[in-house]
C-alpha cells in the first residue's frame, strides 16, 4: 500500500476510537446519572417508607388507646344500664303507688269516720275525765274532715293523733277544777284521777268528797274514812306534797 492510504487508514483508526472512547464517557456519564437517580429515588422511598412505618406505629398506639377506651365505655355503659334498670324499677314502684292513692283514699276516708265516731262513742262511756275537752276534740275531727284544705294524710295524722290523747288518760295522775251535779246543785269540786282506775271529786272547803261511778253513771259520796285521802290525792296530783301511799275507793276488775 502506498504511504498515503497507510495514513488515511490511520487517521481514520484514529478517529474510530476517539468516537467509541467519547461514546463510552457519554454513556458512563448518563449510567452514572441514572444511578444517582435510582439511589435519590431509592431515598426518597426509604424516607416515605419510615415516614409510614411512623404513621402505621401511631395509628397501631391511637388503636389501641381506641380499644382500651371501647371496653372502658363497655364496661361502664353495662354499669349505667344496671342503674337505669335499677331506677326504673323505682319509677315503675312510684307509679304503682301514686295509681293507687285515689283507691288507698276510698278505703281510708270511710276508716276515719268509723274511728271519729267510735271515739266519740268511747269518751262518752268512759270515765268523765275532762269529757268536755275530749268531745271539743271529736267535733274538731269532724270539721277537720269537712275542710277541702286539708290533706287526707293530715286528717289521718290527727285522728291517730286524738287516740293517742286517749290513750294518755288511762296513765296520768291529775287534778283540775269544775262541777258536779249532787240531788239537783252544781258543786264546784277538785277533780282527781288516777288514770281511769279513780276518779274523785273533792268540795272546794274540803268536807265532802264523791266518786265516780262508771256502772251507774253516777256520783257517789265517800263515807268519811276516804275524806283525808282525797284531800291528800288532790294535792299529791297538785304537786303540793309528794307521792305516797293512801287509801282510795277503787272497784274490783269485772
Not at 483508526?13 to 467519547?22: A, G, H
Not at 456519564?29 to 424516607?47: G, R
Not at 391511637?62 to 324499677?89: H, I, M, P, S
Not at 274532715?145 to 287526707?152: A, E, L, P
Request: aromatic share 6%.
Amino acid at each position: 500500500m502506498s504511504k498515503r492510504t497507510l495514513i488515511s487508514s490511520a487517521v481514520v483508526s484514529s478517529v474510530v476510537l476517539l468516537s467509541s472512547s467519547v461514546a463510552s464517557a457519554a454513556e458512563l456519564k448518563e449510567l452514572h446519572s441514572e444511578e444517582a437517580k435510582i439511589h435519590n429515588a431509592a431515598v426518597k422511598s426509604q424516607e416515605k417508607i419510615n415516614a409510614l412505618f411512623e404513621q402505621s406505629q401511631d395509628l397501631l398506639i391511637e388503636y389501641r388507646g381506641v380499644v382500651d377506651q371501647t371496653e372502658n365505655l363497655k364496661v361502664y355503659n353495662d354499669y349505667l344500664a344496671g342503674l337505669v334498670a335499677d331506677q326504673q324499677l323505682g319509677i315503675n314502684s312510684l307509679q304503682d303507688q301514686i295509681d293507687s292513692i285515689e283507691e288507698t283514699k276510698q278505703g281510708i276516708v270511710p276508716l276515719m269516720f268509723r274511728m271519729i265516731d267510735s271515739l266519740e262513742q268511747f269518751v262518752n262511756l268512759d270515765v268523765p275525765i275532762k269529757k268536755v275537752e275530749r268531745l271539743a276534740r271529736v267535733d274538731r275531727l269532724r270539721d277537720l274532715m269537712g275542710n277541702s284544705d286539708v290533706t287526707v294524710s293530715e286528717q289521718f295524722r290527727q285522728v291517730i293523733e286524738a287516740y293517742l290523747v286517749e290513750n294518755e288518760y288511762g296513765t296520768k295522775i291529775t287534778s283540775e277544777q269544775g262541777t258536779i251535779n249532787i240531788a239537783g246543785t252544781d258543786v264546784t269540786v277538785e277533780f282527781f284521777n288516777l288514770g281511769r282506775t279513780a276518779l274523785l271529786a273533792l268540795s272546794l272547803d274540803q268536807s265532802s268528797a264523791w266518786v265516780w261511778d262508771n256502772t251507774s253513771r253516777s256520783w257517789n259520796e265517800l263515807g268519811g274514812e276516804y275524806l283525808s285521802s282525797a284531800v291528800s290525792a288532790v294535792r299529791m296530783a297538785n304537786q303540793q306534797i309528794p307521792f305516797d301511799l293512801i287509801k282510795l275507793p277503787i272497784q274490783a276488775a269485772e
